[in-house]
């Protein structure tokens, strides 16, 4: 199954992606580990596009759900004014295509625990980590494409749990 979304934004919207992909045949196939796994990285970048995109006045939020055999696909692309966040976002991306997956997690747990401040900014970790995504981004002027792909076994290969 494959769904498309313009998301004004507004963070109710995470509830009706949360039913759609908790509905959705193709993904239950896989499993409930996996079903929590793609909740959870879409739930991750939707909130993140939300989160730094430049309002509700600005401009919509696209998201993307996308499975076939071989892969399952979520994409957000929303826009920001904020050089700051998208030099973020960059720096953030190259550490985590040369890190552990496991050691960023684990060091950013430190970091919030040394240093709360509320924000646990680790959603991008918990996609790689938790559930095991991988992540990518094109960053074209103030438009940003965020992608979370998982390759997928062939059915028949993965118990249901």
């Given amino acids: 199954m494959s769904f498309s979304l313009k998301i004004e934004p507004e963070w109710n919207v995470i509830k009706r992606i949360k039913e759609m992909i908790l509905k959705d045949e193709a993904v239950a196939a896989y499993g409930k580990d996996f079903q929590e796994q793609a909740l959870l990285a879409a739930i991750e970048l939707v909130e993140n596009g939300l989160?730094?995109?430049?309002?509700?006045?600005?401009?919509?939020?696209?998201?993307?759900?996308?499975?076939?055999?071989?892969?399952?696909?979520?994409?957000?692309?929303?826009?920001?004014?904020s050089e700051l966040h998208r030099q973020a976002l960059r720096e953030t991306l190259d550490?985590?295509?040369?890190?552990?997956?496991?050691?960023?997690?684990?060091?950013?747990?430190?970091?919030?625990?040394?240093r709360p401040d509320g924000f646990s900014r680790m959603g991008l970790i918990r996609i790689i980590y938790e559930a095991e995504f991988e992540l990518s981004a094109d960053i074209q002027g103030d438009q940003i494409v965020m992608r979370a792909v998982r390759k997928l076994e062939p059915q028949g290969t993965v118990g249901k749990e």
């Fill in 51 to 81: 989160k730094y995109s430049d309002g509700p006045q600005a401009f919509p939020v696209d998201f993307r759900f996308e499975m076939s055999k071989e892969q399952c696909l979520i994409e957000v692309r929303n826009r920001t004014s």
């Fill in 95 to 114: 550490k985590m295509r040369s890190g552990d997956p496991f050691e960023m997690y684990v060091e950013r747990l430190e970091q919030v625990k040394h």
